[in-house]
């Protein structure tokens, strides 16, 4: 059965720290794609990023990165410099390529991003 | 101008209400999708369209029904709200399979 649990419910660190959110799925495709989409205080959900199960090599944004591993099922999210605007909920999503691409959340981590 | 708009923004209703919630994309996507979100937990699929004459259930579709007007229109209804159907509910659009899902601002509905 297809999962996805960011078992970091909430987060606080002060400016200018480094956080990483985790994020494990579960899946039993061989073909599938990660997501991590933003949640500002605003509510609309942007997206940030799209990975599909083929590409491990980690992408750097910016002062954001993420690390696919396969091997562990984690898909994890790294904010580098972390600043107030960072503050929002981010949600972990798996879509698999035989599931009529339906996306599937984890239950979001709330990160606070103090001055 | 957003390529996903869902109206209304906000809503404040009775329960036993008829409600319809709208999406329009200026996205040219075939696909698009109705989503729930409840505190604390992440978004669930209520319905999802793959082009005009393809309507389909999600996971939680009982108490809501969906009308795909056109390529650019979705709409969510609500036919008999109750309160455990406050939520906040997104819209979203997809270009081609496994490609990203683009979502609309969300719509704060509230069942009283």
């Known amino acids: 059965a297809q999962k996805v649990t960011q078992a970091q419910t909430e987060i606080s660190v002060v400016e200018k720290e480094d956080v990483t959110l985790d994020c494990v799925y579960e899946?039993?495709?061989?073909?599938?794609?990660l997501f991590w989409y933003k949640q500002p205080p605003s509510g609309e959900l942007v997206f940030l990023i799209r990975?599909?199960?083929?590409?491990?090599q980690n992408e750097i944004s910016g002062r954001y990165s993420w690390n696919f591993q396969k091997s562990t099922s984690s898909f994890n999210f790294t904010i580098t410099a972390s600043q107030v605007v960072d503050s929002a909920v981010y949600f972990c999503?798996?879509?698999?390529?035989?599931?009529?691409?339906?996306?599937?959340f984890g239950t979001g981590t709330r990160l606070q991003v103090f001055p | 101008d957003a390529d996903v708009t869902q109206t209304p923004r906000n809503r404040i209703t009775k329960t036993g209400k008829r409600i319809m919630l709208e999406c329009s994309q200026t996205?040219?996507?075939?696909?698009m999708y109705w989503y729930r979100q409840d505190p604390g937990l992440g978004l669930r699929l209520i319905y999802y369209s793959f082009d005009v004459k393809d309507i389909n259930k999600g996971e939680i579709s009982d108490g809501y029904s969906v009308s795909r007007q056109a390529q650019a229109k979705f709409s969510l209804s609500l036919e008999s709200a109750i309160p455990n159907q406050t939520a906040l509910y997104f819209c979203a659009t997809q270009g081609q399979p496994q490609e990203t899902q683009y979502f609309g601002p969300g719509t704060r509905l509230l069942v009283l």
């Open positions: 899946t039993r495709d061989t073909t599938y794609y």
């Open positions: 999503a798996l879509s698999e390529a035989n599931n009529t691409d339906k996306l599937i």
């Open positions: 990975r599909n199960s083929f590409d491990e």
């Open positions: 996205k040219g996507h075939d696909r």
